[in-house]
Nanobody, 115 residues
Framework: QVQLVESGGGLVQPGGSLRLSCAAS????????MGWYRQAPGKQRELVAI???????NYADSVKGRFTISRDNAKNTVYLQMNSLKPEDTAVYYC?????????WGQGTQVTVSS
């Protein structure tokens, strides 16, 4: 059974940092592209960052220079380091795995940036 389990969300002040983790099971992790998406209240889910099986990365313009996606294939885990957080980064953050047409989602973790 495929599972993606996110952790690391929480409440942080503007300018602060958080690191999200997503632990995958039930897949050959190293073969999958992994991504982080987010959904704010009343908005559509949007791509935050993606890392391919080969380690190439891509970021939404809104997070470039502040967020870093990485993966540890030995631990079947993908990370999202978020620095210089802004109130507009507040959202539920979802982990995604993708191989060809097969896409799976985690349950999400809430990130709230507020003073």
């Amino acid at each position: 059974q495929v599972q993606l389990v996110e952790s690391g969300g929480g409440l942080v002040q503007p300018g602060g940092s958080l690191r999200l983790s997503c632990a995958a099971s039930g897949i050959i992790f190293r073969l999958y592209a992994m991504g982080w998406y987010r959904q704010a209240p009343g908005k559509q889910r949007e791509l935050v960052a993606i890392i391919t099986s080969g380690g190439s990365t891509n970021y939404a313009d809104s997070v470039k220079g502040r967020f870093t996606i990485s993966r540890d294939n030995a631990k079947n885990t993908v990370y999202l380091q978020m620095n210089s957080l802004k109130p507009e980064d507040t959202a539920v953050y979802y982990c995604n795995s993708k191989l060809a047409t097969v896409s799976r989602w985690g349950q999400g973790t809430q990130v709230t940036v507020s003073s």
